[in-house]
């Protein structure tokens, strides 16, 4: 079945250590995302990617970074966790320019931070 | 600044009808979406619109008016399988999306 996988979908991390969530569609879709979901205040962008090769800040970019080398990945890397780091991940992909441009997310990768 | 705002949790009773409202305020403007969240899930898209008016899906329509930055969401003869968030999301001049904080549904028997 086509669609968005992440991996892995729930770790534990020691503060400090680097930590790159993995995220792989095969819908061919240009757009790719990552959000972070917190209790009560919804998704937020961390960085997003428009097509394969650039990439761009959302609104909490800081502690983060991402590669867009090819059209289906889009890794996360935390190069130094802490524990505010601690949230679920979701990776979503859309075609910016089909007919509603409807985001498709993967099941999300669920981060803890000690 | 954008924001998106939305109740934070509604309550209402199996078989009943309930309305989530969205307003909205961006930098342009070019679609809305409303998205589905149960618990421990990924968010599963519902519906979207980009005129005014009303767009029926099954038990669920969503609605739009750009002149007053608002949609609501609409779930007819509710199931207890309808519990869950419920998120606005509006795509901005830039054409990202921009989201608001999400509406928790609680389902009643």
């Known amino acids: 079945i086509a669609g968005i996988t992440q991996a892995p979908t729930s770790q534990i991390l020691a503060a400090g250590r680097r930590m790159t969530l993995r995220c792989t569609q095969d819908m061919r879709h240009n757009a790719m995302y990552w959000y972070r979901q917190d209790l009560g205040l919804g998704l937020r962008l961390i960085h997003y990617?428009?097509?394969?090769?650039?990439?761009g800040k959302g609104e909490v970019p800081d502690g983060y970074s991402v590669s867009r080398a090819n059209t289906d990945d889009f890794p996360l890397t935390l190069a130094s966790a802490v524990p505010s780091q601690t949230s679920v991940y979701f990776c979503a992909s859309r075609d910016r320019g089909g007919n509603t441009g409807e985001l498709f997310f993967g099941e999300g990768s669920r981060l803890t931070v000690l | 600044g954008q924001n998106i705002d939305q109740p934070t949790e509604m309550t209402a009773t199996e078989g009943a009808i309930v309305q989530i409202n969205c307003t909205y305020q961006t930098s342009g403007f070019n679609g809305l979406f409303w998205y589905q969240q149960h618990a421990g899930e990924a968010p599963t898209f519902l519906s979207y619109?980009?005129l005014d008016g009303l767009e029926e899906k099954g038990r669920f329509s969503s609605f739009l008016s750009r002149s007053k930055g608002y949609s609501y969401l609409l779930l007819k003869e509710l199931q207890m399988k309808d519990s869950a968030s419920y998120l606005c999301?509006?795509?901005?001049?830039?054409?990202?999306?921009?989201w608001g904080a999400g509406t928790k549904l609680i389902i009643k028997p």
């Open positions: 990617s428009n097509t394969a090769g650039t990439t």
């Open positions: 619109n980009v």
């Open positions: 999301a509006v795509v901005d001049s830039n054409y990202q999306l921009i």
